[in-house]
């Protein structure tokens, strides 16, 4: 069988050009950049040349791009670049927002345990926040607000300008998580106004683990990893010089088809929006327009999420109900609570994250099957037999 990855938001396939840059460099770049000889230096030349190339693709000086390994590190040491700022200048207050992902919420628990008061803000039913609310937030005491760039399990994109210019003013730190954003909408880190940025090579077709902290100048970055003078004596340890010679061809492959590929990935993520919405008392996740190209996520009243993949599985369609980090434990989602969905129906969501690579023909044979499966185990549900008596009141209409 065919399958039909529609899991984009979780990894993504490593594209050709991204393929043919790692296997260049594995082959010929192995010297170590920090050895003076031919064969390092040969390696620290690539190095440079990806540094300077993946800087041009967000707006950035290359002296401002740190390399790491990846998404969750780029968040950890952006958090904590913030909390030793914070440390010096007397100020041990973060904002940040409900639905950011665990590599930031969890590394703000362990900031609250070393002192730091953490304020969470709420969002509204789209998972949105305002800079308004983030202004009223903000006082004597804030160091840093972090806001991602767009969630990456309901695809709303948050108002980081705005936000961005707020911290300005007032003269607080602001990170964005801008994993889910970069290499698949606009991203400049000069118009953005941001001091922090945290990018992945993995979530636009780039190799796993390396990634890229970005820190505007004039802002040094604290050490998460000591060891040797790597990443100017910020993060130690021998460059993933083959990731990061991939990472750059992936990001400048994916920022300059993201005009190509968006209106082709709306079109396909709003036939499929409207096709499952077919259902009945079916809801949408996340914003209406303003999400990202291919993000699609409802829930379905009366069913669990994790029966639906595994039925959708056996048909081909690799998807997901919430963050891959949260399936396989029970909780449900923390973005759909977020947001207001009641627990038994946060546990009836489907994820489906499109990439430029999926067809008109797949997104309909999703239609179709999510169709079936969903009446399916409905059929089965003892829940489903309640509402249908009126024993039980529908939540989603
Ligand atoms: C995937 C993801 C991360 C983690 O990135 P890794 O490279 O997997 O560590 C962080 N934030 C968001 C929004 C993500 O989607």
């Known amino acids: 069988m065919n399958k039909i990855y529609v899991d984009n938001a979780a990894t993504t396939k490593m594209s050709k050009t991204a393929i043919n840059a790692m296997l260049m460099h594995l082959e010929e770049d192995y010297g170590n950049p920090s050895s003076l000889h031919m064969v390092g230096q040969l390696a620290n030349e690539s190095m440079v040349k990806a540094r300077e190339q993946i800087a041009a693709c967000i707006g950035a000086d290359p002296k401002e791009i740190f390399f790491t390994s990846g998404g969750s590190e780029s968040d950890n040491q952006a958090l904590l670049t913030a909390f030793e700022w914070g440390k010096r200048n007397g100020k041990k207050h973060i904002i940040s927002q409900k639905t950011e992902h665990h590599a930031i919420l969890h590394t703000l628990k362990k900031l609250e345990k070393q002192g730091f008061e953490i304020e969470l803000l709420?969002?509204?039913g789209?998972?949105?926040?305002?800079s308004e609310q983030v202004r009223s937030a903000i006082h004597e005491d804030t160091a840093l607000v972090t806001i991602m760039a767009a969630n990456n399990e309901i695809g709303t994109q948050l108002p980081i300008k705005e936000i961005a210019a707020v911290c300005k003013e007032k003269g607080v730190l602001f990170h964005t998580d801008a994993v889910q954003a970069v290499g698949h909408i606009p991203i400049n880190v000069k118009e953005i106004g941001c001091d922090m940025l945290s990018l992945s090579a993995h979530k636009f077709h780039g190799p796993k683990g390396t990634?890229?902290?970005y820190v505007r100048k004039g802002l040094m970055p604290s050490c998460l990893i000591e060891g040797g003078?790597?990443?100017r004596g910020r993060r130690a340890g021998t460059e993933n010089v083959a990731g990061i010679c991939s990472m750059a061809a992936a990001i400048k492959e994916a920022v300059d088809k993201i005009p190509e590929n968006t209106p082709k990935l709306i079109d396909m993520r709003n036939r499929l929006i409207n096709g499952l919405l077919e259902i009945p008392h079916t809801i949408l996740n996340g914003a209406k327009s303003n999400r990202l190209p291919g993000n699609v996520n409802v829930c379905f009243e009366g069913i669990e999420g994790e029966s639906l993949l595994l039925l959708l599985d056996a048909k081909g369609i690799c998807a997901s109900s919430g963050s891959a980090c949260t399936s396989g434990s029970l909780d449900p989602s923390h973005v759909l609570l977020a947001i207001g969905r009641p627990h038994e129906v946060?546990?009836?969501?489907?994820?489906?994250?499109?990439?430029?690579?999926n067809t008109v023909e797949q997104i309909d044979y999703i239609i179709k099957s999510t169709k079936e499966v969903v009446e399916y185990l409905r059929k089965m549900s003892p829940i489903w037999q309640d509402l249908q008596e009126g024993k039980r009141k529908y939540v989603i209409q």
Not at 126 to 130: C, P, S
């Open 229 to 231: 003078a790597q990443e």
């Open 346 to 357: 946060a546990h009836g969501s489907l994820r489906l994250t499109l990439s430029e690579e």
């Open 126 to 130: 789209e998972g949105n926040v305002t």
């Open 211 to 213: 990634g890229v902290l």
């Open 122 to 124: 709420d969002v509204d």
